[in-house]
């Protein structure tokens, strides 16, 4: 069993950074591959990033350049740093982890991942 807890959302001008974490918990999580998705409302939950337990990087064509997914296997944790934040990305931001994956078409959807965070809400204003 994974247990994951995000944080550092918050509300935050347009322009600005955020610095989100996942922490987790349980079993060999060091053989977990670990991503972010996002889901708006009425909008599907969107891949952003991952990091596998091989250590391949990922992050998706649309945050590219303003968002870096990064972990620190010592601590358990994923990041993700924020930059030049849009009211676009206003969303509940979601950790998720899978056993092993290296797969870069694997780890961007979202039903391979079995172990999820309870989500952290970011919001972008004008």
């Known amino acids: 069993q994974v247990h994951l807890v995000e944080s550092g959302g918050g509300l935050v001008q347009a322009g600005g950074s955020l610095r989100l974490t996942c922490v987790g918990s349980?079993?060999?999580?060091?053989?977990?591959?670990m991503g972010w998705f996002r889901q708006a409302p009425g909008k599907e939950r969107a891949f952003l990033g991952a990091?596998?337990?091989?250590?391949?990087?990922y992050t998706a064509d649309s945050v590219t350049g303003r968002f870096t997914v990064s972990r620190e296997n010592g601590a358990n944790a994923l990041y993700l740093q924020m930059n030049n934040l849009k009211p676009d990305d206003t969303a509940v931001y979601f950790c998720?982890?899978?056993?092993?994956?290296?797969?870069?078409?694997?780890?961007?959807?979202?039903?391979?991942?079995?172990?999820w965070g309870q989500g952290t809400q970011v919001t972008v204003s004008q």
């Open positions: 998720a982890s899978r056993r092993f994956g290296d797969d870069e078409v694997a780890v961007t959807i979202r039903e391979n991942y079995r172990y």
């Open positions: 349980g079993s060999d999580i060091s053989s977990h591959s």
């Open positions: 990091v596998t337990w091989l250590g391949g990087t």
